[in-house]
């Protein structure tokens, strides 16, 4: 059974920093590729950013050059290193991973930037 675990939101002020962590297990997550959502209130889900298992990133467009997706294979962790947050950055964090044609999605974490 495949658990995605994120912790790691909270509350900072814009211009802060947060290092976002999604513990996996039950799949081979070396070979995986990982993705980073983002749900604001009021507003579809979107992809933030994706990992492949060769190591290209992908990350949309108004994150780039703040934040940086990263993981740690022998730890099975998949993490979002956030800098230079702002308030539209406000959201529920969600990793996400396909495993046998079935999307796996963690519980999320919640993520609030004040202004």
């Known amino acids: 059974q495949v658990q995605l675990v994120e912790s790691g939101g909270g509350l900072v002020q814009t211009g802060g920093s947060l290092k976002l962590t999604c513990v996996a297990s039950?799949?081979?997550?070396?070979?995986?590729?990982m993705d980073w959502y983002r749900q604001a209130p009021g507003k579809m889900r979107e992809k933030v950013a994706t990992?492949?298992?060769?190591?290209?990133?992908h990350y949309l467009d108004v994150v780039k050059g703040r934040f940086t997706i990263s993981k740690d294979n022998a730890k099975t962790t998949l993490y979002l290193q956030m800098n230079n947050l702002k308030p539209e950055d406000t959201a529920i964090y969600y990793c996400?991973?396909?495993?046998?044609?079935?999307?796996?999605w963690g519980q999320g974490t919640s993520v609030t930037v004040s202004s």
């Open positions: 996400e991973t396909l495993w046998g044609n079935m999307v796996q």
């Open positions: 039950g799949l081979n997550f070396e070979y995986r590729t």
């Open positions: 990992l492949m298992a060769d190591g290209e990133t």
